[in-house]
């Protein structure tokens, strides 16, 4: 999973067992906990990107995405997502 993140690209499985590619756009650590900005491969123009938790041990190779069912902590990661791209156009 480690070795994903870093190298930017992520294969998910839906419950339907379809695979999708997704591009890492950012990875962000809030509170002790690690979260995913993703981008689907190819982009389409008015899909969103994807927020995901990231669970377990990155380190061991022993994590995976999760969704964010708590309203409050996604509100809280999306803005702060927000705040980090907005940051990061303004330097490009």
Do not use: C
């Amino acid at each position: 999973m480690l070795d994903d993140l870093l190298q930017g690209r992520v294969l998910l499985t839906d419950d339907e067992g379809r695979e999708e590619e997704f591009q890492v756009l950012r990875v962000l650590e809030m509170e002790g906990k690690h979260y995913a900005l993703l981008q689907s491969v190819p982009n389409e123009e008015e899909e969103e990107p994807l927020i995901l938790r990231i669970e377990g041990d990155v380190e061991a190779d022993n994590a995976s995405l999760v969704g964010i069912d708590d309203d409050d902590e996604w509100e809280s990661v999306a803005e702060a997502f927000d705040t980090l791209m907005y940051q990061w156009d303004d330097q490009s």
